[in-house]
């Protein structure tokens, strides 16, 4: 059956994914406004809505974290990329205004809490040490779109690319999972100055920041994205798998902590090269 927006056919791997969940089916993701295709150890996930300047909506964040669950086990690199002129406006407007499904006003705290977990967990799963994952960024990249680029190891910009965390403008904080790497990249001094002031990152400036591994010519993100994908799979998957897990685990780590996980993580590899 073909997806419902575009006619391509479905491209969900047959099989559940580590955690034995279900792959969500061409329909769900349609109403989540995403789009996946797996090929081999690629998986690309597309936010499908550009008619809506790819805005988020909890079905979005509840069919990020559905792909997370089900993501198939040989799937090495996830890229997520944005359909039409943006990656992702952020959050959706319409969803103030009262129709389906609305904001937890927080007078359960617990359920709040509960409510706003869920929805993390559609950006939590891309830090998993057994993919690496690559924003392909174009356009504007707001809020909820800029949280998901600073989710994913790798942001490759496009000349035009745009950042703005844009939530404490609308009387909220960024809640999916962007304040940590936002300070770790630019610092707490910048991460304050850019979320207070709600301004707009070009892409340049993103670059110099840090926020932006690779700047290319609009016209160029594609390709960029296809040699670093390439580059990424040529790696020993059992390195990478270690690797990542190492570099995760160094900001919080004393030089001592990360010495022995070093080491570790080398017999590990040795182990399983010489078969021991």
């Known amino acids: 059956m073909g997806d419902a927006t575009t006619g391509r056919p479905e491209a969900v791997s047959e099989g559940t994914g580590p955690g034995g969940a279900e792959p969500p089916g061409g329909a769900e993701l349609a109403k989540a406004g995403?789009?996946?295709?797996?090929?081999?150890?690629?998986?690309?996930?597309?936010?499908?809505?550009p008619e809506r300047r790819n805005a988020m909506t909890f079905d979005t964040w509840r069919g990020l974290a559905a792909i997370g669950?089900?993501?198939?086990?040989?799937?090495?690199?996830?890229?997520?990329?944005?359909?039409?002129?943006?990656?992702?406006?952020?959050?959706?407007?319409?969803?103030?205004?009262?129709?389906?499904e609305g904001?937890?006003?927080?007078?359960?705290?617990?359920?709040?809490?509960?409510?706003?977990?869920?929805l993390q967990e559609g950006y939590t799963w891309l830090r998993r040490p057994e993919i690496v994952t690559?924003?392909?960024?174009?356009?504007?990249?707001i809020g909820g779109g800029f949280q998901l680029a600073l989710a994913c190891d790798i942001r490759v910009a496009a000349d035009d690319a745009k950042f703005c965390m844009r939530e404490p403008a609308l009387g909220l904080v960024p809640d999916l999972t962007g304040t940590k790497p936002?300070?770790?990249?630019?610092?707490?001094?910048?991460?304050?100055?850019?979320?207070?002031?709600?301004?707009?990152?070009?892409?340049?400036e993103a670059a110099r920041l840090g926020i932006a591994e690779i700047v290319v010519p609009r016209d160029g993100l594609d390709g960029a994205v296809r040699d670093l994908v390439a580059s990424l799979l040529a790696v020993n998957p059992g390195a990478a798998v270690a690797?990542?897990?190492?570099?995760?685990?160094?900001?919080?780590?004393?030089?001592?902590?990360?010495?022995?996980?070093?080491?570790?993580e080398q017999i590990g590899r040795l182990r399983e090269m010489f078969g021991r």
Do not use: Y
Request: charged share 25%; proline share 3%; hydrophobic share 45%.
């Open 34 to 49: 995403l789009r996946l295709e797996v090929d081999g150890a690629l998986a690309t996930v597309t936010l499908n809505r």
């Open 69 to 100: 669950r089900s993501l198939p086990a040989g799937v090495r690199v996830v890229v997520l990329r944005g359909e039409g002129p943006c990656f992702s406006a952020g959050i959706d407007l319409g969803m103030f205004s009262g129709d389906g």
């Open 103 to 118: 904001f937890a006003d927080g007078s359960d705290a617990e359920a709040t809490d509960r409510f706003i977990a869920e």
């Open 243 to 264: 690797t990542k897990r190492l570099l995760w685990e160094a900001a919080e780590n004393t030089l001592e902590e990360q010495c022995a996980a070093e080491r570790r």
């Open 182 to 204: 936002l300070v770790e990249i630019v610092g707490i001094g910048r991460a304050l100055e850019l979320c207070l002031t709600a301004r707009t990152v070009p892409a340049d």
């Open 134 to 141: 690559v924003a392909a960024v174009h356009g504007h990249a």
